[in-house]
């Protein structure tokens, strides 16, 4: 496939060799790396800067046994056999147009009168030279004293940095490309440009790299092109057969331990692939551990086997390791590799094991691989509820109910029936939000189980999905047993803690949440690896409605090494927790960058119960940033994913339109929203939600909430809400120095738009009592923290920057004017008359000396003249 690949600047080395090759004590240089690093294309493009006459050779294996093989062609046919004339005869001819610059590619490969001939240029300063030489391959000697005797300056390429590498990617694929996907590609090359490419542009034609949602994602193995395999080939084929054999084995079990490996292939054999440098041996605790020196050696050897050769080494890998001891779940994943597609059997104990830890693992293709085996194998209840879970976060809903609707339960003892039934109300709820349905299945299963840890187990699933369906009051009186008990199983504590635990952060109970998040950590190795994301996430929004925004980051961060391209998922959720915490923050650009890309990697409908509270966190960064278009888009994707099984961010989904409204520059529409967010936080003790949506009134204007706030101050733990709520005293006041004192304590907890709204709504009431050396202090404060936040653009920072002599709603109007808005548009969106519209328009255009609406909407878009404002 070809592709036009940007060059990726190397600023300090391209002007070394520029300068090398213009004066100084060298002629030259000599750029030296692995095959593929970018020698050539960095040699070419500096020579072609410094410009002249520029003769360029290549050295090859087929012309190292002529003399004088690389530049005979200058010569043309001459019959002497004297090197010296016959060199002569090449320096005559290389020199023949005056000042010349040699280009040498792959100088490694130059037969001894090449090279000679190529010194004593140097030697003579007869010629500017530029080389490129192979790392870790034997050079003849005169090339070696170009640099060694000081002759050309010698630069050491390496391979691209992880930016280096997402730009050169990014730049020919024209769009971004998912974090995810970067790390697995930069590992996967290693930086190699070469490797990088072929990689890239092998993974387009196998349609494995995609583009959703503006975002480039890799999913699936790694593949090469067919030009790369070939290129790597030829070194392979000339590997000594024994290993050749290291490589194969390898191929199918990396890491592998060094001492099977010695076993299965010779210790000669290992010793030998080491020193080629195509393999190296790491220690893990007490373990030797054998991989690959380059990832895609082994995409390589695997395309050069066959089935039946690849099935007879990979059943000798199982059977030199099923009898030893498995010491971790990666080694037991292996295994199971090993035997789902070999010549051995294995029991079935093997791919039920396996399914569950990389399931725990968050790698869901895998762990569907081993459980459909499991199945497969007569596995029963807990095979097809692996193969369950394994289906229903990667959007595979319909199979995965399916799969577990044909088990009667009447035929299922306690234990099968609550794991049965945990699944199957999950699939139901998160994945289908069939809330009714899950409903029944939950209350069918209750009714059926007796024995207390099964019990536990249920009323902890039952915690859950209450405080999904905004039950707040049930979802903490089922957890609080449970989590009081001492002895109740893993799951029953992990259930409990996540219900009872995010309905704690709701009700604003934030201490208490953090100790059901606590005792739920104790569990998590019990717990499936996606599962762990809805704990970490209830334990998330208890730190942020509190205001302790450090511990959330350090909450936020990732639970996985992510490795392997079937995690893409667990990255996603990762990045929906990271950026919760940035947009409480006010890092609105880096939350909105996280948010997408986990959106995009979140595209299947087994993450749609995430996608709900991304998407309103998404929606309230671009309010954020005054892009209420986006806002809206944000807004409709997460409404059009509501219903009951949901029913718990519906006031956080009112609360994003009142902010979606203050973006338009709409401030009376934003409160009005606002409020009616936090009078449906209340009647279902969400008493964090409602002081956080109380609190926005106030940050766009309201005068009313402060008492309401106080109240709620007092029943909240943490001390964002105390701050709030001193916030909306000074607010009602008018009170300038509280405002500052208000911004100032915003800053500290680290919530910047809060405290940059503070300080604009500082600015104008120390305008308003004529204090101008405070006005300009607090809108200084202001605009260093909107810049901090990406450039905010909320109505309390567009009225400090732009004074206009206006009241509040004609300011409001004039907004939805310049936003394109007909009268008739703006006395809907505002509940009041046209009339009432056109009088408010009269006086602005007085006020601001315009004629018509259209002057005034271009005034309002490009900005203002200075007043006082009495609004």
């Not at 050169?168 to 930086?191: I, Y």
């Not at 440098?277 to 050696?297: A, D, K, S, T, W």
């Not at 709620?712 to 009170?735: W, Y």
């Not at 305008?767 to 936040?789: F, I, K, M, Q």
């Amino acid at each position: 496939m070809a592709r036009n690949w940007p060059m990726v600047e190397r600023e300090n080395e391209l002007e070394s060799i520029r300068s090398a090759l213009t004066g100084g004590d060298c002629v030259g240089a000599v750029l030296t790396g692995d095959a593929g690093v970018g020698k050539t294309t960095l040699a070419r493009l500096a020579t072609a800067a410094v410009g002249g006459n520029i003769r360029w050779v290549a050295g090859t294996e087929s012309a190292r046994s002529i003399p004088l093989g690389v530049f005979a062609h200058m010569v043309g046919v001459y019959t002497a056999h004297d090197p010296v004339t016959f060199m002569a005869a090449a320096r005559e001819a290389l020199l023949a147009d005056g000042h010349t610059i040699i280009g040498v590619d792959d100088a490694h490969l130059l037969d001894q009168l090449s090279a000679t001939l190529l010194l004593q240029l140097a030697i003579d300063r007869a010629a500017h030279i530029v080389c490129t030489v192979r790392s870790g391959v034997q050079v003849p000697d005169a090339v070696t004293s170009l640099w060694k005797d000081g002759h050309l300056l010698r630069l050491d390429l390496k391979p691209f940095t992880q930016r280096q590498s997402v730009e050169l990617v990014e730049s020919m694929l024209g769009g971004q490309l998912e974090g995810f996907t970067a790390n697995l590609m930069w590992e996967s090359s290693g930086g190699n440009a070469l490797f990088l490419r072929h990689l890239v542009e092998g993974a387009l034609e196998a349609g494995t790299l995609r583009q959703v949602n503006g975002v480039w994602q890799l999913r699936g193995r790694a593949a090469v092109t067919s030009e790369l395999a070939a290129l790597l080939e030829d070194r392979v084929e000339q590997l000594p057969e024994s290993v050749l054999r290291v490589l194969e084995l390898l191929t199918f079990c990396e890491p592998i331990d060094l001492d099977v490996l010695s076993e299965i292939a010779g210790e000669e054999a290992v010793e030998s692939a080491e020193t080629r440098g195509l393999i190296r041996i790491v220690e893990n605790g007490h373990q030797l551990l054998v991989r690959y020196n380059h990832p895609l050696f082994g995409e390589v050897i695997r395309r050069r086997l066959g089935i039946a050769s690849a099935r007879r080494l990979r059943g000798r890998l199982y059977s030199a390791l099923k009898d030893r001891e498995i010491h971790s779940a990666a080694e037991r994943i292996r295994l199971a590799e090993l035997a789902l597609d070999s010549d051995k059997s294995a029991d079935l104990e093997l791919f039920l094991a396996a399914a569950a830890d990389a399931i725990a693992l968050a790698n869901l293709p895998l762990g569907e691989r081993f459980a459909r085996a499991a199945v497969e194998r007569q596995g029963g209840v807990e095979a097809a509820d692996l193969l369950a879970r394994a289906l229903l976060w990667q959007g595979h809903r319909i199979e995965a109910e399916r799969t577990l609707a044909g088990f009667d339960p009447d035929q299922l003892n306690e234990v099968e029936l609550a794991r049965w039934g945990s699944t199957r109300v999950s699939n139901l709820l998160w994945s289908m939000g069939d809330a009714d349905r899950a409903d029944q299945v939950l209350a069918s299963v209750r009714e059926r189980v007796h024995h207390p840890k099964v019990v536990a187990t249920l009323d902890g699933l039952a915690s859950a999905v209450a405080v999904n369906e905004n039950r707040l009051d049930e979802a903490f009186a089922l957890a609080e047993p449970v989590m009081a008990g001492d002895d109740a199983p893993p799951w029953a504590v992990w259930w409990a803690a996540f219900g009872g635990g995010l309905a704690l952060a709701m009700m604003g109970r934030g201490d208490a949440a953090r100790h059901y998040a606590e005792r739920g950590h104790q569990v998590e190795a019990h717990i499936d690896g996606l599962n762990r994301f809805t704990l970490s996430h209830a334990e998330v929004l208890a730190l942020t409605f509190t205001g302790d925004l450090e511990a959330a980051r350090r909450c936020a961060g990732s639970n996985f090494s992510y490795s392997s391209p079937g995690q893409y998922l667990a990255w996603g959720l990762t990045k929906i927790l990271q950026g919760t915490v940035e947009v409480a923050q006010g890092q609105f650009p880096q939350g909105i960058d996280n948010l997408e890309q986990a959106l995009a990697a979140l595209t299947s409908e087994g993450a749609a119960a995430w996608m709900f509270p991304a998407q309103l966190r998404l929606a309230e960064a671009y309010a954020a940033l005054g892009r209420p278009v986006e806002a809206a888009e944000a807004i409709a994707a997460a409404a059009f994913r509501g219903g009951r099984h949901s029913a718990v961010y519906e006031p956080l989904l009112e609360l994003a339109r009142a902010m979606q409204a203050a973006a338009e520059g709409t401030a009376t529409p934003a409160i009005r929203l606002a409020l009616a967010a936090a009078d449906l936080a209340a009647r279902t003790h969400q008493h964090a939600i409602e002081a956080m949506a109380l609190h926005t009134a106030a940050r766009f204007g309201d005068h009313s909430v402060a008492g309401r706030l106080a109240d709620l101050a007092a029943r909240i733990d943490g001390r964002l809400v105390q701050v709030q709520a001193r916030h909306a005293v000074a607010v009602a006041a008018h009170d300038g120095p509280g405002l500052d004192a208000a911004a100032a304590e915003f800053e500290a907890i680290g919530t910047l738009l809060s405290a940059a709204d503070a300080a604009a709504q500082a600015a104008s009431a120390h305008e308003r009592a004529g204090d101008r050396r405070r006005l300009l202090e607090s809108a200084a404060t202001a605009n260093r923290l909107a810049a901090a936040c990406g450039g905010a653009a909320t109505p309390a920072l567009r009225q400090s920057a732009q004074p206009l002599p206006l009241t509040a709603r004609e300011r409001e109007i004039a907004n939805l004017v310049a936003a394109g808005l007909s009268n008739r548009q703006i006395a809907d969106r505002l509940t009041v008359s046209v009339r009432t519209v056109e009088g408010h328009l009269y006086r602005a255009c007085i006020k601001l000396d315009v004629t018509d609406r259209e002057a005034l909407a271009e005034l309002m878009r490009g900005g203002a003249s200075s007043g006082k404002s009495d609004s």
